[in-house]
């Protein structure tokens, strides 16, 4: 039933009706998603904070880490891997921990410029890796009584270790998915 020439019928709409008998067609609605989706980029702040930390941790071999010795950082290492047994028992484990924590950081800092979805897994790592430098700086601070008079530029520089990496790890950790 037309109601003339050229009109379509009267009540024709554009969805199929309820009662398909036999209809084959298939949906209208298209196959994609009309959600945001997640886009794969780096972490640039959180890693570049961590790839400082490493840098400054290299740094530090060079400096002397305590005021009235001269002990540079590379030899403070060389005497941890050195006696390897007793590293905890003669606190070597802390120049150690903050050397070597540098290092990881900085890997983990170079991966977070890879394109991902989320860089919160590798962030958990750092935070991990940045809490032992943390241990290994607070450790000798609090023998010293808080008393920075002790201590050289080497371990001023193991302190920006442990805060640089601290703070890359929480942006790399909290930041979540982004989206387009």
């Known amino acids: 039933m037309t109601d003339g020439p050229g009109t379509p019928p009267t009540g024709a709409t554009a969805y199929p009706p309820q009662d398909t008998g036999g209809y084959t067609g298939g949906n209208t609605t298209p196959d994609y998603s009309d959600r945001p989706v997640a886009r794969r980029g780096p972490e640039s702040l959180g890693g570049l904070l961590l790839i400082l930390a490493g840098i400054v941790a290299a740094v530090s071999l060079l400096l002397d880490w305590l005021a009235d010795e001269d002990d540079s950082g590379w030899a403070l290492v060389r005497e941890g891997f050195d006696d390897l047994g007793s590293i905890f028992d003669n606190g070597m484990w802390q120049p150690l921990a903050v050397v070597l924590g540098g290092g990881v950081l900085f890997v983990l800092g170079i991966l977070m410029w890879l394109p991902m979805r989320s860089h919160r897994f590798l ?58």
Do not use: N
């Not at 609090?142 to 001023?156: E, K, N, R, S, T």
């Not at 270790?161 to 950790?173: F, I, Q």
């Open 123 to 180: 962030g958990l790592l750092a935070l991990l890796v940045s809490g032992a430098v943390t241990a290994g700086v607070l450790v000798p601070l609090i023998d010293a009584d808080w008393d920075l008079g002790v201590f050289g530029p080497g371990f001023y520089c193991a302190i920006a270790v442990a805060v640089l990496g601290l703070l890359g790890s929480l942006k790399a950790l909290l930041t979540g998915k982004k989206y387009r």
